[in-house]
């Protein structure tokens, strides 16, 4: 088992990087929070999973022990894979993802590519002792800080933004600010407004 990898970033894909260690160029496949620490030429480290199938041989990789241990918790509910798992770090932040669990918000997870109603349910009975965060860190906004479990619009806005391309730390400020508006147009538009100042 491959416990973590250091070396030069040698191609950065949208979902995975190529990774080369002494000469051997390793391809791992990374959540848009691990992309957005690493850059193209410098050298970086990844605590990773091997994930070894038929077919298969497959490296999953992570910029903090938090996402790693919060994936492996992940793989641990029943029906959830790799690729859902990653797909989900790469949706909500550590944070986010442990307060929505350990507050039952359904709503939330429900939000996140790969979980429909059932797989939130496993999620919150499975996991609800078992995760942690205490925000250390990462100060980041996260959906379900901002919003009431029955409160979408906020979660809504942040969606839309970062389809836009806006990482989660360039929003969180700006939507504690916009927050306060009745309808998820109102939020987008106030906030794009804002960040088109920044």
């Known amino acids: ?15 995975y990087v190529l990774l080369d260690v002494h000469g051997v160029g390793y391809r791992v496949f990374i959540a848009n ?4 620490k690493l850059r193209l030429h410098e050298r970086a480290q990844l605590f990773t999973y091997t994930s070894v199938r038929e077919d298969a041989i497959i490296l999953y990789g992570f910029a903090t022990q938090e996402e790693y241990d919060l994936f ?17 770090l790469s949706s909500i932040t550590v944070e986010g993802l442990c307060r929505a669990i350990q507050n039952k918000q359904a709503s939330v997870l429900t939000k996140l ?7 939130a349910e496993r999620l919150i009975l499975e996991l609800k002792d078992k995760v942690a965060f205490d925000g250390g860190e990462q100060e980041l906004l996260t959906i379900e800080n901002e919003a009431d479990a029955g409160d979408d619009m906020v979660a809504e806005a942040m969606a839309a933004l970062q389809s836009l391309g806006y990482t989660q730390a360039e929003i969180a400020p700006i939507i504690r600010k916009t927050a306060k ?3 998820t147009e109102a939020i987008i538009k106030a906030s794009l407004k804002l960040l088109s100042h920044m």
Request: glycine share 16%; net charge positive.
């Open 33 to 36: 929070s691990t992309r957005q």
């Open 181 to 183: 508006y009745k309808t």
């Open 72 to 88: 492996l918790q992940l793989l641990s509910v029943s029906g959830i894979g790799p690729k859902v798992a990653l797909g989900i």
């Open 113 to 119: 590519p790969g979980i429909g109603k059932k797989s």
């Open 1 to 15: 088992m491959i416990g973590y990898l250091r070396g030069e970033v040698i191609y950065l894909y949208t979902d």
